[in-house]
């Protein structure tokens, strides 16, 4: 009979968004060495979800396991952009490391480090080997982010074959039918609706229903839903940039949404792109003025 797996309830709690619920029943006892290293990882992970970035810092000191130590480097990385050269050096270093470089949590915020930097190829040279259920579904998410969904079902496949109801699997297939769309946003909306009735309501179950809706064309709905998100956590990034697209598809404005995302999320994509948009605007202005 397999041991009860007793950081279930906080992984999950982790995976839907839930934050401060895996924070504040994170006091598990008789935990073994390896399943308190990883608790904390949830824990301080949870913090940086947060953006309470120096808490991380300050807490984790250099005795602390690896796995804490990747958790660090993932806060300093995130804290400011001062920080990314040395800590991209950092962590290249120790993933050369034979002693420590094949860490699954240091494998795992590599992946997400350099998916952040857009640098997708490197990315998988970490996260492609796998090994756990996070690092599969990291893939998948670097595998969207390259547009290629093909790659992405292989790996949503190899994640149904080890458990089809793990969040994380159930979470990489809406990913999967959001990115393919058509039919399948369907699935998608009712795999998010299955989660808001089994789990709290939280940011990403919200703003999960509601891109489904937007793109099943229910703007209305889709904003109900975001100003639930929004009640829940005025900066998130992803509940205003959804803000501004579903403003702009029901004729309302949406300015104030991208001036909040702009202020808390300067590197947002969205923020980007209307950026760029502005700066293309004002050069075709001058160019006939």
């Known amino acids: 009979m397999a041991a009860p797996d007793h950081l279930f309830s906080l992984r999950n709690n982790f995976y839907l968004g839930a934050y401060q619920a895996a924070i504040n029943n994170s006091d598990l006892p008789n935990l073994s060495p390896d399943d308190a290293v990883e608790r904390d990882c949830l824990v301080y992970r949870s913090y940086i979800a947060l953006g309470s970035y120096q808490l991380v810092i300050n807490e984790i000191d250099n005795s602390a396991a690896t796995p804490l130590q990747a958790v660090k480097l993932l806060a300093m990385y995130l804290s400011g952009p001062a920080n990314k050269e040395p800590i991209i050096s950092s962590l290249k270093e120790w993933l050369a490391d034979s002693a420590i470089g094949n860490n699954a949590i240091l494998r795992l915020i590599a992946g997400t480090i350099f998916m952040h930097e857009e640098d997708y190829n490197e990315a998988l040279k970490h996260t492609n080997a796998g090994g756990t259920m996070e690092l599969h579904a990291l893939n998948i998410q670097i595998f969207l982010k390259m547009h290629r969904s093909d790659y ?22 809406a990913w999967l039918n959001l990115a393919v769309g058509g039919s399948k946003i369907q699935e998608a909306y009712l795999i998010f609706q299955d989660f808001s009735e ?31 998100a929004l009640n829940k956590d005025a900066k998130d990034p992803e509940t205003l940039a959804n803000l501004v697209v579903c403003s702009l598809h029901l004729g309302k404005p949406s300015s104030r949404y991208l001036s909040q995302l702009t202020l808390t999320h300067p590197d947002h994509i969205l923020v980007k792109r209307a950026s760029s948009a502005e700066e293309n605007f004002e050069r075709a202005v001058q160019s006939v003025a």
Do not use: W
């Open 198 to 228: 089994k789990y709290p309501m939280t940011s990403l179950i919200l703003n999960g229903k509601a891109v489904c809706c937007m793109h099943m064309g229910n703007f209305d709905e889709a904003e109900t839903l975001l100003l639930e």
């Open 152 to 173: 992405a079902e292989k790996q949503l496949r190899y994640m149904q074959q080890i458990d089809e109801d793990h969040t994380l699997t159930q979470l990489a297939n």
